[in-house]
């Protein structure tokens, strides 16, 4: 199963989500990959621990654009059981190289067609737009999960995200479902949180997940040490709450 954790909309969790997701279902004992197809590559510093990458590492640019294999990218992370194919800087220049490519909507797809044999779950993390990589994304993808920050703009662009998935299921990826929207940076402090869970759930009636990630200090901690807030610490609220959105994530899957 192949899940693109998604939104255009920067500053939502997306990629605090995708890692976290990511390494609780490697802790439930599946084999996973994680693949970064964001330029700013937070992914891949979030999960490494202590490594970085080498001058002559391989990043999801090399997989996409220039035919590595996915066993030749693949690094593993300071989770067992999940490992992590990393981007870097070059991976901005890909949606304007890949204009001119083939089936251009379709390079990611293609790379990942054959992780079924080693993995039962891949996560990319995308960029924050609609670019050529994000569609890559969506045309790969069985499921997205769509991360929707709780504050005033949260609806604002998941229209136009939603209006995208139905373009790319009508021309691309006809089996794509949206596998859930998940509600972050929750604060039951205040009355605005409380007010878009109500707007979310109103407007998009089956499509949002029960569990609900919670602001948290340890959560921004965490990237700094490279480990997955999950592994960081294990008894904290975000914590918890990423375990009881995979668990629920996986069973919808």
Do not use: W
């Amino acid at each position: 199963m192949i899940y693109a954790v998604v939104n255009q909309k920067g500053g939502v969790g997306k990629t605090t989500s995708a890692v976290n997701i990511a390494a609780c279902a490697a802790g439930m004992g599946n084999r996973v990959l994680l693949v970064d197809a964001d330029p700013q590559a937070n992914a891949t510093s979030g999960i490494l621990g202590r490594e970085r990458l080498g001058p002559g590492a391989l990043t999801t640019m090399d997989v996409l654009l220039d035919g590595a294999s996915v066993a030749a990218a693949r690094m593993a992370t300071v989770v067992p059981g999940l490992d992590l194919i990393p981007s870097g800087p070059d991976l901005a220049g890909a949606s304007v190289e890949m204009v001119g490519r083939v089936a251009r909507e379709g390079l990611m797809r293609s790379a990942l067609a054959g992780t079924a044999a080693e993995y039962q779950h891949v996560f990319v993390d995308c960029p924050p737009s609609l670019d050529l990589l994000t569609i890559n994304a969506l045309v790969a993808a069985d499921r997205l999960i769509v991360p929707v920050q709780c504050e005033y703009y949260a609806l604002e662009g998941l229209s136009r995200l939603m209006e995208t998935i139905g373009e790319v299921r009508a021309r691309l990826n006809p089996a794509l479902v949206v596998g859930g929207l998940l509600l972050t940076m929750h604060d039951p402090r205040t009355r605005i949180s409380g007010e878009v869970v109500g707007e979310v759930r109103t407007h998009f009636p089956g499509l949002v997940l029960d569990a609900v990630i919670p602001r948290n200090v340890r959560v921004t901690e965490s990237p700094s040490f490279g480990e997955p807030v999950v592994r960081y610490d294990p008894n904290c609220a975000a914590a918890r709450a990423y375990t009881e959105v995979t668990e629920e994530v996986l069973a919808r899957g």
